[in-house]
């Protein structure tokens, strides 16, 4: 997991391939800007989810990790809590391999609060719990970036 600011993202560079075209892209484009949407960056190892919701109580949140794919959160508005663990920390309800997607159950580790100017990366392996509202529910558009790792 990295947290950090948006406009320092660049010092990871060198991580992987894949992450440092998604750090190029953002670099370049106006996330801000765009519809909600899915977009393409290369093709299925680097590609951008606009999402617009509102945040719900933590009881009705989804438990997630990934085995091949990184997650770079964005919050384009609003804001919201994630909640992050290390996927041999939880129990895995069920994988579906072509969707590379695990959804898990069991305690948070730590709780990051996803704000404009700050991104999470979120790596295979890390659990992650979305949409969780600070206080009260409110609306959300965030950018998802997923980064084929291997």
């Known amino acids: 997991m990295i947290y950090t600011e948006i406009s320092s993202i660049g010092r990871y560079r060198g991580i992987g391939e894949y992450l440092d075209k998604a750090f190029d892209y953002l670099a370049t484009h106006a996330l801000k800007d765009m519809e909600a949407g899915h977009y393409e960056i290369d093709g299925k190892m680097v590609y951008l989810n606009v999402l617009e919701y509102e945040t719900i109580a933590e009881e009705g949140a989804f438990f ?56 999470l990366i979120v790596m295979p392996g890390d659990a992650h719990k979305l949409k969780l509202a600070p206080k009260q529910p409110s609306k959300v558009k965030k950018a998802v970036v997923k980064v084929y790792i291997g």
């Open 64 to 119: 997630e990790a990934h085995g091949k794919y990184a997650d770079i959160q964005i919050a384009l508005e609003g804001e919201e809590l994630v909640g992050v663990s290390e996927l041999a920390r939880v129990t895995v309800k069920t994988f579906d391999e072509e969707a590379d997607l695990y959804e898990v159950e069991g305690p948070v580790e730590h709780y990051i609060k996803l704000i404009p100017g700050k991104v």
